[in-house]
């Protein structure tokens, strides 16, 4: 009976976007502390592969 998303979900999204550093991305330690079968309860977790994409990109962009 719990809600699908809570109030503080969009908030804590935002939060995680902006604290997210892809070059400390460690995910052998992630699957360690949490692992993968719990992800799924992760909002965050969905970020993290988009988030990836847009630091190599513009990594590869500052190399031009």
Same mark, same amino acid.
């Given at each position: 009976?719990?809600?699908?998303?809570? &109030? &503080?979900?969009?908030?804590?999204?935002?939060?995680?976007?902006?604290?997210?550093?892809?070059?400390?991305?460690?995910?052998? &330690?992630?699957?360690?502390?949490?692992?993968?079968?719990?992800?799924?309860?992760?909002?965050?977790?969905?970020?993290?592969?988009?988030?990836?994409?847009?630091?190599?990109?513009?990594?590869?962009?500052?190399?031009?």
């Amino acid at each position: 009976m719990a809600p699908r998303q809570d &109030a &503080a979900e969009d908030l804590w999204l935002v939060y995680y976007r902006s604290i997210f550093d892809p070059f400390r991305l460690k995910i052998k &330690a992630m699957k360690k502390e949490l692992p993968v079968r719990h992800w799924r309860t992760l909002p965050e977790v969905a970020l993290i592969p988009g988030l990836i994409r847009k630091a190599k990109d513009t990594e590869s962009k500052k190399r031009f």
